[in-house]
């Protein structure tokens, strides 16, 4: 078999280049029209090395027809979707490409049916495989996955996107613009793991010929704690008067014994012991009753008061005789307590209520041994004060129009009245606008108060956190509180030295 052979085109020679394998590289020009030449050139070739590339690097003959070779089979084979997914991960090893796309096979599904599917428990094999390795999958993490990307993959990526073609640089701009909307890290972080969870999964499978996930950067930095109330904001919400007597002996429970709204729901008659309330379950709404959040039965300690208020509750239940175990938290059926939202918009009503009527206040004015003050404040048909109260003011005499309601437009001017020897402060209620305050805050509160007076493996058994590090969390809150205090003791204690401190200055 000849090495070589040449051959003219415009009158330079070409050469002709076959390796002892038998595969022929594409011809090669000379760069001369001399024969003589041209055979010193293909000698020096097959000796040294063919110029290849653009930037005519020396490569020996063998190496040189690897490409043609590669191309001849690739031609040549019957190459179905899972072999053309090898050859592009093969590039992609070599960092020769950055993606690929297939024409045909399961990576050209639409993005977001994908990730719609991946994340139905009915459906996904994802899902199913990490159930039946034991891993908790509930129908509540799916439902918010689901809505995750109806908001925010499917706004930014839409309905036409291949799988297959979302990219990282894609991915990147995505995560930016969530961070543009100041949603918070751990909130960002939870958004992208709906879609980072499936690509990863799909390049596992081989659906996808690369991990376009790969190397992106999550976000860090706290995310929003969520606020506690102040000793005198618990003071005046349990006050006042709640509408609903479900949602404030609710609020009592987690405040007292730290479990979470669900769990509250689940509770039932048999739940109830002499000082303790079993906590063997939660209640979801789609799921119905469940195990607790880390799938750990517990017990929590019962003040002799809430006991009281939970059988009160539970003979009020117009299923109490009907059902052998009913739930005490009732609700419109026998079979399904009340609703999550009915604590949520109740104590939201209840923190309002401490504006509407602050503690102290009275809608009468009456005679005594202090000066009187009045406050005035704008009230909406439904009662609510609209803006604040005036700042007090002191009334000299009784006057007959004192304690009415002075009608204007559709709201009303109403007073309050206060005897004090000095000016009162004006009264503000329970401000929760920029603080991130709800009826899971009680479950803070009880934690923060406990974490002040026990371990904090303690607590987390009580609270039902499943390590120590969830329940040091609440040290802070605790902190606060000590600096506060310290500060004021270190204040009484070294008082004398700092006046000497600061004549000497």
């Not at 930014?156 to 990219?167: D, K, Q, S, Y």
């Not at 048999?270 to 880390?294: A, F, H, M, Q």
């Not at 009187?372 to 803006?387: Q, T």
């Not at 000590?482 to 000497?504: H, N, P, S, Y």
Request: with cysteine; charged share 30%.
């Amino acid at each position: 078999m000849r090495r070589f052979y040449l051959y003219r085109r415009n009158g330079i020679y070409y050469a002709k280049i076959t390796t002892p394998s038998g595969v022929s590289l594409s011809g090669r020009s000379t760069k001369t029209q001399n024969r003589d030449e041209a055979l010193l050139k293909v000698a020096e070739w097959l000796k040294d090395g063919v110029p290849t590339g653009r930037k005519r690097i020396p490569k020996p003959v063998e190496l040189a027809a690897d490409l043609p070779a590669i191309l001849k089979a690739i031609k040549k084979s019957d190459i179905d979707t899972e072999g053309a997914m090898s050859i592009v991960s093969a590039l992609r090893e070599r960092e020769l490409v950055d993606f690929g796309v297939t024409k045909s096979g399961p990576g050209r599904e639409k993005f977001i049916p994908f990730l719609a599917r991946f994340w139905d428990l009915e459906r996904s094999p994802y899902l199913k495989d990490k159930i039946a390795h034991g891993h908790k999958i509930t129908q509540k993490y799916c439902r918010e996955a689901l809505q995750k990307i109806e908001r925010h993959w499917k706004a930014f990526f839409g309905n036409t996107i291949p799988l297959n073609a979302v990219t990282r640089k894609e991915l990147r701009e995505f995560s930016i613009a969530l961070h543009e909307k100041r949603l918070t890290s751990s909130t960002i972080n939870n958004i992208m793991i709906v879609g980072t969870s499936a690509l990863k999964w799909a390049y596992t499978e081989r659906i996808i010929p690369i991990d376009p996930t790969e190397g992106l950067i999550t976000f860090t930095g706290e995310g929003k704690s969520r606020d506690i109330l102040t000793e005198e904001e618990i003071e005046a919400l349990f006050q006042v008067n709640w509408q609903e007597k479900r949602a404030y002996i609710a609020a009592l429970v987690s405040l007292t014994t730290g479990i979470r709204s669900g769990e509250i729901r689940a509770l039932r008659w048999d739940s109830i012991r002499d000082d303790v309330l079993d906590v063997s379950y939660s209640w979801n709404d789609t799921e119905g009753l469940k195990c607790p959040k880390n799938g750990e039965p517990r017990r929590a300690p019962l003040l002799p008061e809430i006991r009281t208020l939970l059988l009160e509750l539970l003979e009020k239940s117009p299923w109490a005789k009907s059902q052998e175990n009913p739930f005490i938290f009732y609700g419109e059926k026998p079979d399904r307590p009340c609703s999550g939202e009915l604590f949520r918009r109740n104590l939201l009503r209840a923190i309002k209520e401490t504006a509407n009527n602050p503690l102290g206040w009275s809608e009468e004015p009456h005679n005594g041994d202090s000066q009187l003050w009045a406050i005035k404040g704008e009230k909406n048909s439904f009662g609510d004060l609209v803006g604040e109260w005036s700042e007090p003011e002191r009334v000299e005499g009784l006057k007959s129009t004192d304690g009415e309601k002075t009608e204007i437009r559709n709201h009303y001017f109403e007073y309050r009245y206060l005897c004090s020897e000095t000016k009162p402060e004006k009264p503000t209620g329970i401000v929760i606008e920029g603080r991130n305050i709800d009826f899971h805050s009680f479950r803070h509160i009880y934690a923060a108060r406990m974490a002040d007076r026990m371990a904090a493996d303690k607590v987390a058994k009580v609270t039902g956190h499943r390590s120590k590090a969830a329940a040091k969390i609440y040290q802070e809150h605790v902190t606060k509180r000590i600096m506060t205090e310290a500060a004021f003791e270190a204040a009484e204690e070294f008082g004398k030295v700092l006046q000497f401190a600061r004549k000497g200055a």
